[in-house]
């Protein structure tokens, strides 16, 4: 009672933070006897009083929050509305019952503000209340019950849905036609084609479009066929409807063979709607083109009348043109198509990609002549498209782009490279890093090279840890670690003798890649050495490592006087999982600078290591908040 009291207070205080907390409280404990002063709280000049006592009132739910709520669906005050169908729409089936009874107000918006709200609860039960409704006086209220009905997806819903075609208002039926859409019931079909010949506007739209999505495959190429006259005729429909229903007739299942008569009646309805419509029915209308597959690319000159007309497109859509363009060309080498590259035209790189696509080895010769006069980010599709292409003559001309002036074209064209030529293209991937000079073009065609399975690919990084140039060296011990080949190590142990610490890093780093069990000696010298960049490389090369001798390096680390060796040595330790180091960490929590305090109380959470939370407290408070954060999450889980 005196809780009560207090929570009472609190809810009438001046402070809104309080109201807040009041609510909160009331909604953690669902104190059902607070329902009226919440549902009085919804009215809160402060809006942060106004979510706390939604979520309250919601924690609590069940129907007597739903019969206290249902009034606010009667207020003028549209904010207030708004937050009852909320608050009922959260309830869900507890609100089933007070819904129900809002059914047969006096209040028609009353009534359809509950059918809005049963349809986007999903109650199947409602189906036997809604029934009548669909003769309601107010039209609102029956083209809601008719979504309604779709929404709920039940058979039972179609012959109620079927007489609502027959409404006097237009708004109703076409409610009724979307939920005869929505349930996808064949015993609609019939009537809505029957709308969609006589009626016009909105209703034939909302027909075909309704049609599109119950069909079947067999149903579609009988609405394609009945609408066939009236297209010819010109008459107008929805393209996306249209387009609907060929994707059925002409998918994977299908076996029907349209005449070409269809085709160039449908192709002329499409090229009409391209011309006729914004961007969407634009693209919808290339869709149905390129279905349609007439022969001789007809229809391909609209693509490009489409994509010259955009300042820009993104990937999806232009992932889309690639494919209008490869079924509208018959996967052919059109004319049309070398005439618009030959142009330099906007269409130039989806063609390009097109092409690629197609993997016409007749386009090679085209895509090399555009080499001369193209901007980068267009030589670098053409790469790509001869690397799907993948052909002998594409595998040539792949060689000289290796000597590119562009950087990201020469990587692209050595990683098609090794899948395309494999050990044929060994030696001149070897003279494209000894030639290079930008290190990350040379890591890329050196991990291309590791790809290729052949012998010659070992001994080339062998021989570059004899070069004098220490990035070639490097890259040897890279590629190295990158095949996995044991015979490697004796090899990589003399590259992490190196005067150059870059070939150190990496001789250590493939070293731990390879994951051989008796390398490990080898490897944690590297916590010795005396550049602090391969400490580190070492450190990140242990990760997932066990062992003895792995533990007693990390333990010796940590006397390391750079402060981030110290730090993911921490860490690691406590990835091993052993419980004989916690003492050693908290000295690390206790002692060392704010980083490693992190890293150690990220270790001790990891480790389990419950009798450290007394100690954790002492750096709750502690002026770093990276060291607050790691200590405040392993006192949760710890304590857990």
Known sequence: MENNDSMREMLVSQDPYLRRDACEAIGDGRME????????????????????????????????????????????????????????????????????????????????FAVDIISNTREERSLSILFPLISHRNPNVRASVAVCLGRLKSPEAVP?????????????????????????????LEPLIGLIKTDSGLIKEAAIDA?????????????????????????????????????????????????????????????????????????????????????????IDRVFCFIEAQNELDEET?????????????????PELKENLKQGSKCLRIIVKALGEMKLAAAVPVLQHLVARVAKNEMREIVVALESIGSTSSIEVLYQFLESSDGHTRKIAARALSSLAGPSAVSSLFDAVRRESYRDVMEEITDSLALIPADSVRKGFIALLEADNEQ???????????????????????????????????????????GIPYAIDEIVKGLNDDNDDVKLSVLKGLGGWSGEKIKSALVHALMDRNIWVRYHSVLLLGELGEHDVEGLIIEKLVKDEAPVKAAAARALERLGATESVDILMQFVDHPDPSVRGAVESAIESLRC
């Open 33 to 112: 006897e607070f329902i009226p002063a919440l549902v009085t709280a919804l009215r809160d000049d402060d809006p942060g009083v106004r979510e706390a006592s939604i979520h309250a009132l919601t924690s609590i739910g069940g129907e007597k929050v739903a019969s206290a709520i249902a009034h606010l669906l009667g207020e003028e005050s549209a904010v207030l509305r708004n937050i009852g169908i909320e608050i009922l729409e959260l309830l869900g089936p507890d609100a089933f019952m007070t819904l129900a009874g809002l059914l047969d107000h006096e209040d028609d918006d009353i009534v359809k």
């Open 160 to 188: 109620v849905l079927l007489k609502a075609l027959e409404d006097t208002e237009e708004w109703v039926r076409f409610s009724a036609i979307e939920g005869l859409g929505l349930v996808r019931d064949g015993r609609a």
């Open 211 to 299: 049609v599109a999505k119950l069909s079947s495959i067999e149903d579609a190429v009988a609405v394609l066929a009945t609408l066939k006259p009236m297209v010819r005729k010109g008459r107008s429909f929805s393209t996306n409807g249209i387009v609907e229903l060929m994707e059925k007739v002409f998918s994977p299942g299908s076996d029907f063979r349209p005449s070409l008569e269809f085709k160039k009646t449908y192709f002329s309805f499409f090229s009409k709607a391209f011309e006729d419509e914004d961007r969407h029915g634009k693209l919808k209308a290339l869709r149905g083109l390129a279905l349609l597959r007439l022969p001789a690319g007809e229809g």
């Open 318 to 334: 232009e992932a889309f043109l690639v494919d209008t363009i490869v079924a509208l060309s018959g996967r052919r080498l059109l």
């Open 472 to 514: 070639l060296r490097e890259m040897g011990a890279r590629g190295l670690g990158a095949i996995g080949d044991e015979e490697a190590l004796d090899v990589l142990k003399k590259a992490a003798k190196d005067t150059s610490h870059n070939v150190r890093k990496a001789a250590y780093k493939s070293m731990a890649r390879l």
